[in-house]
């Protein structure tokens, strides 16, 4: 049944570009067939146990799931299908749907390959079709394709070459390629094996995770691709840096006295991570590229989670896994949806949209209370576990780094916010409709799961809690959640649920009845209305709140923002290419020179020829 | 048994002797008869091939004198499965060019096919041969074919390629006799089993001596890297198909003979980590080269060299898996590289000096050329599942068998440096917009079945490589024992 | 500054080589088992030719020869190849100056001359010094003389073709006989005869005989070519 | 080895093929004009020639032929594996110096010069 799977995948990602030659809607059809189709194929028939061996090119290949893989695939398979359905609809009129389509089936296809593989060599096929798959998704406008498509993938094949090499290793010591065999020698190996496996393997799995000194292709990556495959570009693809990071960081390393130090560095990496995603995400001005650091910063959160490596910090970090696809899958599909009507996604262009795009509202909202971690939506109860467990395993300045960080997010969600859908309307976007149904209700079901997972934790927590037991954790224990205070044994909210319901209330009154009441008191003036305040307003001065209101603040972490190790990269790579360029200068077009080059050759064998041979 | 191996050189010598009588009769036949005997050899060397994998090498004496005396051919798994590849790649490159050269005249035409098929035949002899005097005629044969071929062009500057070219390749035949006669007067004897088998009595600086000036002497057609100063230049002057026909045919061969010296005739230890240097230094010397390039077809055959240094690399490794590896990436990068060859010629068709930037957005003119470089690219990086993946894949295991961990991380360093400019190219086809005064030119019907018979053969391999595996495995065990190869020759009683 | 360099390289290049065919010695056997003594005792008791070079260029390394023939004919190929001009391009001869008339009667007489001393060289290659590629040399300096000493003297180029094709699918022929008769190709296939016969050593005459034909054709081939360059 | 006496003569010839091979090289590699070059080449191999024939010498040996009338014995003839050899890398020099004077036309008659540093459009 696996490999079947990814043949109809496969086979769909075929017939849906070439069905573009022939009818579009056929096409759109066959697109959500290819996608469906395999999804309700693995969650129907799929089971721990059936396990498909091939052996291909003299190398033993084994697909299969586990309770760990299981709960990935429904993170890719489930925004993923409602990715996909948004795509239909967001595709519609626009150039090279057969490319997106079959970029994106198989970007979906390597993802559920990638969970599959229970060797590391189909893992790295699969992830390495991942990865191109979704570097032509991030050139598809065929902008800033030299230098952003380039970045993201030399990063990626810097990590995933990496991680071959750590294959290859492995390959050697061991003499197979299952994870299994890994798992099971790996305590065994060298110390400095130990050692090399692990750096290198997560290297790999870093680069997608977008970790530190990794991520400086995330931002351009991710606002680069189409909005509709953005949302499983950071929602999902980036998780399997976060799947490969936690068989890492728990399969081998707990096993191992190294794994102590590995655990720190990791999480302490995941709480820079995040601080400097969030600071780059307040300085933004484009929707998209908020998101992607947004993204970047709250991929941080989940990896401190995976770092610190307690029962509860794990499933913290794998319960914001879970919620950062939902909300940061849907904040990127209404980013997509308020582009595709207004044709921008700019701040400083689009504002007051509240009342044209209703419902992409709500859904954002939703996202964005989940995104900030307020209650009562899924991201307060992943960030309240992630507390918990800092402060139980004695982090207590890893807990500050994070604080600091999540507050300093409330500034770019209010941005978001405030920027689209708030503010006063401008007779440009006077015209602008809602987004079509089929865009509006994924990003409508993705958010109502955002919610649902904030009072009903228990969820997801189950397959969570399965997966950390098929990892280890857990053994003597039935209900890994009892460790945290939030919940009760049904894995639901209680301690504070009380408190939360009234927080919902109270905000829900300001939501609905303030903001309705400040439209009618709004007296509509244009941005240029000396009346806004004592002075006439130059031109270049918008009056949209959401435009650098955060100026001191960002004065105050100017000195850590200046340091962009992106610099560092651009100087690394012009150096390096100068230095090829006069290295090529040998060459020099004259006949005799090679001949001189040939009788060099000779005698500086003659030379050393007792040391050489 | 269809044949024997010496047909692989008698056949094309006497249809070469015969095309100028067959011109006289119908201008068309200098075209055919190449083609005929060149699908021949195919065919020929297929089944002998199928023959030797099931029944051990074919050792054919030459003038009834047993292998001391007299010349003998060797076709064993490893020799076979390349000249199998050799002879298929060949074939291609005749239906490719077949139609390319309907706009010269019949005298250049008939000159250019007579001249492509020696070609292959000389590398075929250079695999084929069991003789070391032998193989310099052969390598002679191949470089004034490669010579004329590079000069084809009447243009301004394939004249000067050619030259630098000859100037080398006239260079390297002087060392080749030197090191012949150094090996002869020791041993007395020129047949490279007897020469093996007797190997160890020659004294230490002798054969030091003489490896070098043969490293020296066939390095310089295998382009390692100080010596390949020409490649570039005759890659990138000679016609299209020429600059396949080396990346895919002489290369092969010139590596066929490195490989032959080391692993067979020299026991040199020193040799395979010479080998090792020399390819690691040739590989990151061509692929930073390449990222700087303006040419297309220049950054090509810097980029062929440095694959060429990566099978040498893996070459002298001196294990099984390494050569299993090596035999994998030639056949790869055979494929491939002739791929981007044909493909990239027609993206810069009509442009004089082939700059890089004149095939921006090509996709909207040449769709299928363009899709078919793409994926060429794309593999040759080792981008999975393209057929390129798992020759690294098996290459960087043998390496990580023989605890090489710094070679494994130079290689995969190197290897994205390849990526960055292969991925320039492609993004420039697709995603930047036409230049203003480049015109398209659409691909023959032949070019195009050509292309897609090598792109197919890429996914072919990228998704099923156990198609080619078995065969590659029983040559690596071929060119491994050394002495079966020794007793196959000497005692042959025939 | 180059020179210095290369006279350094070259030096070194030459101190190694040097050392080492000094160190291996000149007019003494070197070794003791090799090919050679089999040549020269085979050369008569098997072949029945009395000159061992051309039995070992002709028989024993039959097949270098082969590959001679081809790269000599590749080489005519290629002049033709790289300096081909379409045919309104092509230019007359130029001349600086006329040949008197005693180079041009002498060369007259001296002509058949040569062409026999040139036939008889490559027929009698298998019993005394000389042979094809002597032979031939020798008939492509006559047609050498005669282009030079007139100015219009042409060289049939479509025999010339003929004769190369012709010897050379000989030589490729008597080789694929052999391999009907007797096995192998290039086999002996005639009886030798007996030793300092004329008619002796099986097809080694004929091969002998086929590859001056075709050195005279191919060399007299590459002079014509390149006496019609214009510069 | 014989080292009985010294005899300059034994080691002239060497010396003359390698001075030779040096002295080709010399004008293939510094010389400017590629006539020179080509000519060097040729220079070149003729040493190598010499070379090779003078390893197959065997001190007071004679010709390879077994021609009636003359003492014919094999053990004090020459080596003729070498001469067979010379013979063929003369023919293939030959067809090297060839194609190599057709390349020099070629050059001429598109740049006309012959200087080597003149000609080099084809670089890094």
């Known amino acids: 049944m696996n490999y079947i799977i990814l043949v109809v995948f496969l086979g769909g990602a075929l017939l849906t570009f070439f069905a573009g030659k022939i009818n579009n809607v056929l096409q759109d059809i066959l697109f959500l067939a290819s996608i469906l189709v395999p999804a309700s194929l693995f969650f129907a028939y799929v089971h721990a146990g059936n396990i498909f061996n091939l052996t291909l090119g003299g190398i033993h290949l084994s697909l299969g799931i586990n309770a760990m893989s299981w709960l990935f695939a429904l993170i890719v398979l489930g925004l993923g299908s409602m990715a996909a359905f948004y795509s239909v609809s967001f595709m519609k009129g626009k150039e090279r749907r057969g490319y997106f389509y079959f970029n994106f089936i198989l970007t979906i296809m390597a993802m559920t390959g990638i969970l599959m593989s229970r060797d590391l060599v189909s893992f790295f096929i699969f992830w390495e079709i991942m990865t191109w798959s979704s570097y032509l998704m991030t050139v598809y406008n065929g902008k800033d394709v030299q230098t952003v498509g380039i970045k993201y993938f030399v990063f990626s094949a810097i990590g995933a070459y990496a991680m071959l090499m750590a294959i290859v290793v492995i390959h050697s010591i061991n003499g197979s390629f299952m994870i299994e065999d890994l798992v099971r020698s790996f305590p065994e190996m060298p110390v400095n094996m130990q050692i090399l496996i692990p750096v290198l393997l997560l290297t790999g799995f870093g680069v997608k995770a977008a970790i530190m000194p990794l991520h400086v292709w995330a931002p351009g990556a991710y606002s680069n691709a189409p909005m509709a495959y953005t949302s499983i570009f950071s929602g999902a693809l980036s998780k399997m840096g976060i799947y490969g990071m936690v068989i890492v960081m728990v399969s081998l390393l707990s096993y191992v006295p190294e794994g102590y130090w590995f655990r720190e560095v990791i999480a302490w990496m995941g709480g820079i991570t995040a601080v400097i995603g969030t600071l780059w995400a307040i300085k933004q001005d484009d929707a998209k590229k908020l998101l992607a650091y947004s993204s970047i910063a709250q991929l941080g959160y989940i990896i401190v989670g995976i770092g610190i490596g307690t029962p509860l910090a794990m499933m913290a970090g794998l319960f914001l896994a879970v919620v950062h696809a939902l909300f940061k899958g849907t904040l990127f599909l209404a980013v997509g949806a308020i582009e595709r009507q207004t044709g921008t996604s700019n701040f400083r262009e689009v504002t007051g949209l509240i009342r044209k795009m209703p419902w992409t509202f709500v859904a954002s909202l939703i996202s964005i209370i989940s995104l900030a971690g307020i209650p009562p939506m899924g991201g307060f109860v992943g960030k309240w576990m992630l507390y918990e467990s800092l402060l139980t395993s004695n982090h207590y300045l890893l807990v500050i780094v994070i604080f600091f960080s999540s507050t300093a997010a409330f500034l770019y969600c209010y941005k978001f916010l405030f920027g689209f859908f708030l503010g006063q309307e401008e007779k440009e976007w006077a015209n602008v409709k809602e987004a079509p149904v089929l865009m509006v209700v994924p990003m409508l079901i993705l958010s109502f799961f955002s919610f649902l997972l904030g009072t009903y934790p228990g969820i997801i927590l189950k397959p969570i809690d399965a997966g950390m037991q098929y990892l280890g954790y857990g053994i003597t224990q039935n209900h890994l959640w009892q460790t945290s205070v939030i919940f009760n044994t049904w894995g639901n909210q209680v301690v504070l649920q009380p408190l939360l319901y009234s927080i919902i209330a109270i905000f829900l009154f300001f939501l609905i009845f303030l903001t309705i009441k400040s439209f009618k008191q709004t007296r509509y003036v244009t941005t240029k209305d000396i009346s806004s305040s004592g002075e006439v307003p130059k031109e270049h001065e918008n009056l949209t709140f959401s435009v650098d209101f955060m100026q001191p603040f960002m004065r105050a972490v100017e000195p850590v923002m200046r340091r962009q190790i992106d610099k560092y990269y651009t100087g690394l790579a012009n150096g390096l290419e100068a230095l090829f360029d006069f290295m090529r200068k040998i060459y020099t077009g004259n006949g005799q020179t090679y001949a001189i080059y040939v009788i060099v050759f000779v005698v500086i064998l003659l030379l050393f020829k007792d040391i050489l041979f | 048994m269809v044949g024997t191996p010496v047909l692989f050189i008698v056949i094309p010598l006497l249809a070469a002797f015969l095309i100028p009588l067959l011109g006289m009769l119908w201008k068309e036949l200098v075209r055919i008869v190449p083609g005929l005997v060149l699908a021949y050899m195919l065919v020929l060397s297929v089944n002998l091939l199928n023959h030797v994998l099931i029944y051990g090498p074919i050792v054919e004496v030459i003038a009834g004198w047993r292998p001391p005396l007299g010349i003998n051919l060797v076709f064993s798994a490893f020799s076979g499965f390349l000249v199998t590849l050799v002879v298929f790649m060949g074939l291609l490159i005749w239906v490719y060019s077949y139609r390319f050269k309907r706009n010269v005249d019949f005298e250049p035409a008939k000159k250019y096919f007579l001249l492509l098929m020696m070609l292959i035949t000389g590398s075929v002899g250079i695999i084929l041969t069991g003789d070391i005097f032998n193989m310099f005629v052969f390598i002679e044969i191949t470089g004034i074919s490669g010579y004329a071929l590079t000069a084809f062009y009447t243009g301004r500057d394939s004249a000067e390629a050619s030259f630098k070219y000859l100037m080398l390749g006239s260079i390297a035949s002087t060392f080749l006799l030197l090191a012949i006669m150094i090996i002869y007067s020791q041993v007395g004897t020129l047949n490279m089993a007897d020469i093996a088998s007797k190997m160890h009595t020659i004294k230490p600086v002798y054969k030091i001596i003489s490896f070098i000036f043969f490293i020296t002497a066939i390095g310089i057609e295998a382009e390692i890297f100080p010596l390949n100063g020409w490649a570039p230049d005759a890659y990138t002057e000679a016609p299209g198909p020429v600059g396949a026909a080396f990346a895919g045919i002489v290369v092969k061969a010139s590596v066929y003979a490195i490989v032959r010296y080391v692993y067979t005739i020299f026991d040199l230890s020193g040799a395979y980590d010479f080998l090792i240097l020399i390819g690691l230094i040739t590989l990151i010397m061509a692929e930073t080269a390449a990222i700087r390039q303006e040419r297309l077809k220049r950054m090509l055959a810097y980029s062929s060299i440095g694959q060429m240094g990566l099978v040498m690399v893996a070459f002298g490794m001196g294990t099984e898996e390494g050569v299993f590896a090596a035999l994998f990436m030639i056949l790869n990068h055979a494929i491939i590289k002739s791929l981007l060859f044909f493909s990239g010629s027609y993206l810069v068709y009509n442009s004089k000096h082939k700059y890089i930037k004149e095939v921006n957005g090509m996709s909207k003119y040449l769709p299928i050329t363009s899709l078919l470089f793409a994926l060429g690219a794309f593999a040759i990086v080792g981008l999975p599942p393209f057929a390129g993946f798992w020759s690294k894949l098996s290459m960087l295991t043998a390496a990580a068998d023989s605890n090489m961990l710094f070679i494994i991380a130079l290689v995969l360093i190197v290897s994205v440096v390849e990526l960055v400019y292969y991925l320039r190219v492609v993004n420039r086809i697709y995603f930047f917009n036409k230049e203003e005064k480049t015109e398209p030119k659409k691909p023959t019907f032949n070019a195009l079945i050509v292309m897609i018979t090598l792109g197919a053969l890429i996914l072919v391999i990228g998704f099923y490589p156990d198609a080619i595996t078995g065969i590659l495995h029983k040559a690596s065990a071929d060119l491994m024992d050394k002495g079966q190869y020794i007793h196959d020759v000497l005692s042959l009683n025939k | ?231 | 080895m014989n080292n009985t006496y010294f005899d300059l003569l034994d080691y002239m010839i060497y010396g003359t093929a390698i001075l030779i091979i040096l002295i080709g090289l010399y004008g293939a590699l510094v010389k400017k004009s590629l006539i020179k070059i080509v000519i060097g080449l040729s220079v070149v191999d003729s040493g190598v020639n010499l070379l090779i024939v003078a390893i197959g010498y065997l001190k007071g040996g004679t010709a390879p032929i077994f021609s009636p009338g003359y003492l014919a014995n094999p053990i004090k003839m020459v080596d003729p594996v070498p001469q067979a050899l010379v013979l063929t890398a003369i023919v293939i020099g030959f067809g090297v110096t060839a194609v190599a004077l057709a390349l020099v036309i070629r050059l001429y008659r598109h740049h006309g010069t012959l200087n080597i540093d003149e000609i080099k459009d084809l670089k890094w």
């Open chain 3, 1 to 231: 500054m180059k020179k210095i360099i290369v006279i350094i390289l070259l030096g070194t290049l030459g101190f190694y080589t040097a050392h080492t065919f000094f160190d291996i010695g000149f007019g003494f056997p070197h070794f003791e088992h090799g090919i050679k003594d089999v040549y020269l005792q085979k050369t008569v008791s098997d072949l029945k030719v009395s000159n061992t070079v051309t039995s070992i260029v002709v028989n024993f390394r039959g097949f270098d020869t082969l590959g001679e023939v081809t790269v000599l004919f590749l080489a005519v190929t290629a002049l033709g190849g790289i300096l081909y001009k379409r045919r309104h391009e092509v230019g007359e001869r130029s001349v600086l100056f006329s040949a008197s008339s005693i180079v041009t009667s002498g060369s007259k007489l001296l002509f058949p001359a040569i062409i026999l001393l040139g036939v008889y060289v490559f027929i009698h290659g298998h019993l005394s010094p000389g042979g094809g590629f002597q032979g031939g040399t020798i008939i492509a300096t006559g047609f050498l003389l005669m282009l030079l000493t007139y100015e219009n003297y042409s060289v049939n180029h479509t025999v010339l073709s003929l004769v190369e094709s012709l010897a050379g699918i000989a030589f490729a022929g008597i080789g694929l006989l052999g391999f009907m008769h007797g096995g192998t190709f290039l086999q002996n296939f005639i009886e030798p005869g007996v030793l300092n016969n004329l008619f002796s050593g099986g097809v080694i005459p004929i091969i002998y005989i086929m590859v001056g034909f075709k050195v005279g054709a191919e060399l007299t081939g590459v002079i014509y070519t390149v006496l019609h360059e214009k510069g």
